[in-house]
């Protein structure tokens, strides 16, 4: 079982930046591949961005390649979103996720849940 716990949420001018947090507990986080999802009112949730469990790949949906960049620090069993150049559509309930069983990350599967952080971005 592994939970997770997101933070660093808020509002933000279009252009500005934000820094995404999850904190992970449970057992071999560095079993995971790591991902972040976002979902907007009265859309779909949409895959954000992924990262293998050594670190060394990652995987972003293009609408925000370029412009957020996602990490992952397992000595502290944290994984992060750096969200920069902030657009009004990247407006949207951010999830923390994690796959234990992942073999490419252009196929993340969540096995696991945070319960979201809100992110807003105005113009």
């Known amino acids: 079982q592994v939970q997770l716990v997101e933070s660093g949420g808020g509002l933000v001018q279009a252009g500005g930046s934000l820094r995404l947090s999850c904190a992970a507990s449970g057992r071999s986080f560095r079993d995971y591949a790591m991902g972040w999802f976002r979902q907007a009112p009265g859309k779909e949730r949409e895959f954000v961005a992924a990262i293998s469990w050594s670190g060394g790949s990652t995987y972003y949906v293009g609408s925000v390649k370029g412009r957020f960049t996602i990490s992952r620090d397992n000595a502290k069993n944290t994984v992060s979103l750096q969200m920069n150049s902030l657009k009004p559509e990247d407006t949207a309930v951010y999830y923390c996720?994690?796959?234990?069983?992942?073999?490419?990350?252009?196929?993340?599967?969540?096995?696991?849940w945070g319960q979201g952080t809100q992110v807003t971005v105005s113009s």
């Open positions: 996720a994690a796959d234990h069983m992942n073999y490419g990350l252009a196929y993340f599967r969540p096995d696991y």
